[in-house]
Structure formats: structure tokens, C-alpha cells
């Protein structure tokens, strides 16, 4: 037992750790759901690259460092797509998505607290160092083993096992692969390509929309209606279709449904393709405002320093009130000037007393009773068109607000018992059942809510659009390649749903599987059209 410790002795496994550590490094898949035993039986042809290179007869550790920079590289943008399609079913983009650990740290503060999302991004910091030195050291431990050979002839191994692999390779045979200088060069492509659709989109920018309306005949169709575009935070396809949502959902729709058209109102319903998934709902919200696909933050940067005309800005043109009701804005918003409200109300305009749940500000009841009380509920007010974004159903998905009588909403401090209630974020979050169940009981409450206050306010002069931003993240829906999501029109005055029957929407809150299917950015300019034109 004595000669045990010199036998095992660390010096012994540094060679086979560091290969094992380039190994893993080269072919470990960016896809969580592809990490399996099979994903590891391969043999990269950048192994026996990196050897010949570490080999090279160049003096100074400059090319070491250079592919040890270059692996370390590799390995972070590797967990980077991990953690990016896991939330937005996409690779991480280097030029587009740094602005990400911004957005994570907000929602880790929400989730976590303070405490918690500082330890967290200390912990992200020594994981990116972490790997940048366990590359270079690796490389220097392989370069030092390398050279204790005779080099003349580990090159000669090297180029052998390379050519046999090159040709195993070119004869169609499986388990070779380029995939780590592969993945380097998409996301250096996807970078550049990104760019290139940077300048094309302000390009377009530049020119204009060549489909604006002269302001007589705008929104003809809804003179002296209150017109309210709601988006509904999370509120994807899945919710109801989906085998584990649907039930809940849709039979919560069906009930609604037949108490809205008892009280005389009209419903409309199809879907939207959102341009993200998991997350950046602002992304969606401009897209349906501006009749632009915006699925990037660059791009959305680039259309709010421009002129294109919003449909608030439009309605605001045609002589609406423009309100914009944004509970989750807790900072300056200096982006909103962009969209065009005459009146905006951040999470501190409204005049919430009761407590925050967890990362939500506060129940979206409160948020629609507020906006009746403020503006609606003013004799002889304007017409208002209110852009208004419910977000009681976005992660952490608890604890979950429950409906209360609408006279009893007050100042919201009624809601601090429900605040303070419930499992924290993470026991949610230790299950995926308990995530799914969370999220399905928040959509519901957010529709039931939403619904309630059309049937509660819904008068001859109220006109809603009402839609979901996005889908869930994979992780909650179980579905990447989906990004749709439903969309209604609710209406009492049948002339509004004459206006835009030619759009064959779904009748009813439920819409059909085969009802239209509509690219988000297509909605302002049909919408304009449809509602615009000679009485």
C-alpha cells in the first residue's frame, strides 16, 4: 500500500488528462439533447492537426498560445450554444448576443436575488478562465510530451493517422470529423452574415416603407374605438396544443368563449410566427409594430434611431391617444420615445402597492385595472390605443397570481399575500415536470385575466388584439423548430370584424390548426389596410 501514492502519482495522468481534455474539447456536441455515449465516438481530424502544429519548429510559445486561445475558443462558444438553444432554440451568435448576460442578469435577480446572480456571474467568470487556462495548459503538457519523443517520428505517426484519416474520411466511412473547426467557422459565417444583414436591413431602413396610408382614411373602420394590442408574455402554440397544456387551456378558451359571445362580442383567432423563442419579447413587440422581421437586438437598435412609422405612431397620426403600459420596465427606457405614446406607464407609473412576484412587478390584473382607471375609465376621454404587455406569465412562473373580484383590485396591496406565497423559483426549477406545471397554470391565469376584463369592460367602443410574443424555451415546450403563436381579435360592434373577414381567421378564441399563419411583421401593414378604408 506504501508504493501505492507513486504509482498514481499526478505527473503520470497530466498526458492522458490533457488529451482527453482536447478530445472532449473537439468533439463535444453544442446540443444538449445530442450529448450521448455515441457523440464521442469519433475521431477528429483537428487532433492530429493540433500535434503536427505543436510540433512545428517555431521558436517562443506563440503558436502554443495561439491554438490554445483557439480551443479555449471553441470550447466556450460550444457551451454557449448549449445555454442559448436551451432558451431560444438558436446557436449563440458572438456579434449579436453579449448584450445577453445583461438580460441574464436581470432575470437571475428576479429568480435568485442579488446575492445570487452576483455569485453566479463570478462563477460564469471563472469558468471562462478556467477554460482558457486548462486549454493553454493542456497544449503545453501535450507540446512537452511530444517533444520527449524522437519529433521526426511522432510527425511521421502524426501524418499517417491524419492521411489514413482523410481518406476513411473521403471513402464515406463514419466516425471522422471536422466538427470543432466546423463549428469556429459557422459562427465566424453566421457573424459576418450577421453583419451583412445588418447593413441591408438599415438599408432598408433608409428607403422607407413604401406601404404607408395618407392620414384621411387611417383606421377609418375604428373611428372613436379604444383599440388595445396586448401581448401576452410566453403565450406559444404549444399552450394549446401542446399534450400536457392543452387540456387546461383551451378548455378554460372554450368557457370564455361561450360567456363572451353570450355577452354580444365577437372573437377572431389564427396564428403568428414569432421571430424568437424563449426570451427578447421585445423583439416580437417591435416586429408586429413595425411591420419588420426584427430577431436581433442589432436590428432592433437600428429601427428605433429610425423614422419608420410604428402602428401606434400611425394611430397617433389619426388623432388616437397612444398609451404604452409596460409593467416590466423598472429602468429609463429611452428606446420608447421610438414607438410614439403620447402617455407611458413604466412599473412605477402605476401605482402599485403590494409586493413584486419574484421577478414580475406585479399581477397582471392590477396592470389592466390600472389602464381602466387611468384611462379608460376618464368621462369623455379620447380614443386611446394602448400597447400593453402582460408578463405574469414569464419565468420563474411563481408564485402564481389568482383572480380577485375587480372591484377589490385597489392599489394592489391586496395581492402581497399571493406575492408571498407558493414554492420559490427553486424548488420550480429543480423539476422539469414542476417548470411545465408552473407554466401552464401562469398562461392560464394571464388569459383568464386578460378574458375577464373583456367581459367585465368590454363595450361597444373596445377593440382587442391580443397575441403571444413567443413560445416557451425547448426546455418548457419540448419543440425548437415551432415558433408560432396564437393571435385574437375581440370586438362587440360587428363592423370591426366585417372590416378584416377577409383575413379567414378562426372564429371563436380556439383557432383552427389550419387557420392562417402569418409572419409576425405582417401584421401592422394588414392591419392597416384592413381597418383603413372608406366607409
Known sequence: MAHIPGIFKLARLRV?????????????????????????????????????????????????????????????LRLADLAVFEAFARSFNPAFDFWLLIEGMDLLNGATGRIGAVLIAALLIVLILGIVWASLRALAILQQWLQTLRPPRAALWLIVALALSILWRMAGLPRTTTYFSDQL?????????????????????????????????????????????????????????????????????????????????????AWLTSPTIGGLSWLAQATALSGLWIDSQLR??????????????????AGWRTVGVMPAITMPWPEGDYFGFDQFYAANDLGYRGAPFNWITMPDQYVLAAFQRME????????????????????PWTPIPRMIDWQDVGDGSVFTEQATAGPTPEQVWS?????????????????????????????????????GDHQPSPLVSGDAGNRDVPVHL??????????????????????????????????????????????
Do not use: C
Not at 401562469?442 to 385575466?449: F, G, R, T
Open 376 to 395: 379608460r375609465n376618464t368621462p369623455s376621454h379620447p380614443p386611446v390605443m394602448a400597447e400593453i404587455a402582460l408578463i405574469s406569465s414569464h419565468a
Open 185 to 269: 467557422r459557422e459562427h465566424a459565417q453566421s457573424t459576418i452574415a450577421g453583419l451583412h444583414d445588418l447593413r441591408s436591413f438599415r438599408a432598408e431602413l433608409a428607403q422607407g416603407s413604401p406601404h404607408e396610408l395618407p392620414d384621411a382614411p387611417l383606421f377609418s373602420a375604428l373611428e372613436g374605438k379604444d383599440v388595445l394590442v396586448v401581448f401576452v408574455e410566453s403565450y406559444g402554440r404549444i399552450a394549446l396544443e401542446g399534450d400536457l397544456f392543452a387540456p387546461t387551456l383551451t378548455g378554460m378558451l372554450q368557457q370564455h368563449e361561450r360567456e363572451l359571445d353570450d355577452a354580444g362580442l365577437g372573437m377572431r383567432s
Open 490 to 535: 375581440i370586438a362587440r360592434d360587428p363592423t370591426v370584424l366585417d372590416a378584416m373577414a377577409h383575413w379567414q381567421w378562426s372564429q371563436g378564441l380556439q383557432p383552427a390548426a389550419d387557420a392562417p399563419r402569418w409572419r409576425m411583421d405582417a401584421l401592422r401593414d394588414r392591419f392597416v389596410e384592413a381597418f383603413s378604408r372608406q366607409r
Open 16 to 76: 492522458p488528462s490533457a488529451l482527453l481534455y482536447v478530445f472532449v474539447a473537439m468533439v463535444l456536441p453544442h446540443r444538449a439533447d445530442w450529448i450521448n455515449a455515441q457523440s464521442f465516438v469519433f475521431i477528429p481530424l483537428e487532433l492530429w492537426v493540433t500535434g503536427l502544429l505543436l510540433l512545428a519548429p517555431v521558436r517562443g510559445p506563440w503558436l502554443r498560445i495561439a491554438l490554445g486561445l483557439m480551443l479555449a475558443a471553441g470550447i466556450i
Open 431 to 467: 423539476s422539469e415536470a414542476r417548470i411545465r406545471d408552473h407554466y401552464r397554470q401562469s398562461v392560464a391565469y394571464a388569459l383568464d385575466n386578460l378574458l375577464s376584463w373583456v367581459q367585465t369592460y368590454g363595450d361597444e367602443n373596445l377593440v382587442v388584439l391580443a397575441l
Open 300 to 317: 432592433y437598435d437600428s429601427l428605433v434611431r429610425s423614422d419608420r412609422a410604428t402602428l401606434n405612431r400611425l394611430f397617433q397620426r
